[in-house]
């Protein structure tokens, strides 16, 4: 009779240990990671009719996380500033994101544009606008970080293949005077982006390489055909050179 109730006593504990495992295990078990993308047409994926990169990103990771896509058309670095520092949907859906992808700065260069074929935009003209870019980053990363709290965020921040038009699209209609200053700027436009990146400890992803390796190299096969945005090809192009940056998980 005693080894009968010492055998159900133990077995109770065994029951009663099991049950505090997977107790212990559901509650220190992984939260499911969301992958939040912001920034202007580039992240929304305009006149491609494809998911981007901001889904097929996330879908590839090991945790599976949801993604939300929040990239809006024709948005500058300065109208995204001011959704981070103010109560909006792009704060909320940054507050969520423990992966934020980030692309934007080439529409704050449009208005040089035409300065440029009026008379010309040296780097004396241009600097001025692409260092105002980098404070803006600055502050968007700022404010991605604040929105957070402390809570662990991988940050990854891209630059571009051109700000305008490129490829054949931009050889036809524009002449090579055209094709090196905006090459020019665009250069000037990257290294400003990852100076602002690494200055919050963000990773800057170079998207330039990856279109138009040392620039001699055509990216109309990789561009829609406004000659400006990424086709299907390309926005896998800016898939994989994400996922190559990405670091370990957190």
Known sequence: MRSLRSGRLRSGQAVVLLLVAALCAATTAPSAS??????????AATNCGCPGFVQP??????????????GINGLTAAGLRTLLTTPSPT?????????????IGANDLLPLLPKWRA???????YMPAVDTVGS??????????????????????????NVFADGDV???????????WSDELTRALNSSICAAAHGAGAICVDLYAPFKG???LNPTKFL?????????AGYQLITSALWAATPPAM
């Open 224 to 232: 829609a055909g406004d000659g400006d945005h990424p086709n299907a």
């Open 34 to 43: 969301v992958v939040v993308g912001i920034g202007d047409s580039v992240t």
């Open 214 to 216: 040392d620039g001699t």
């Open 170 to 180: 931009a050889s036809a209609s524009e002449d090579r005077a055209y094709l090196l």
């Open 136 to 161: 803006d980053i600055s502050a968007i990363l700022s404010a991605a970080r604040a929105l957070r709290g402390n809570q662990p965020t991988r940050i990854l921040v891209t630059n571009y293949w």
């Open 119 to 125: 008379s010309g935009c040296p780097a004396a003209c």
């Open 91 to 103: 704060a909320d859906g940054v507050a969520e994101a423990d992966t934020l992808l980030v692309t």
């Open 57 to 70: 990103y996330a879908e590839d990771l090991p945790t599976s996380p949801s993604s939300e896509n929040l």
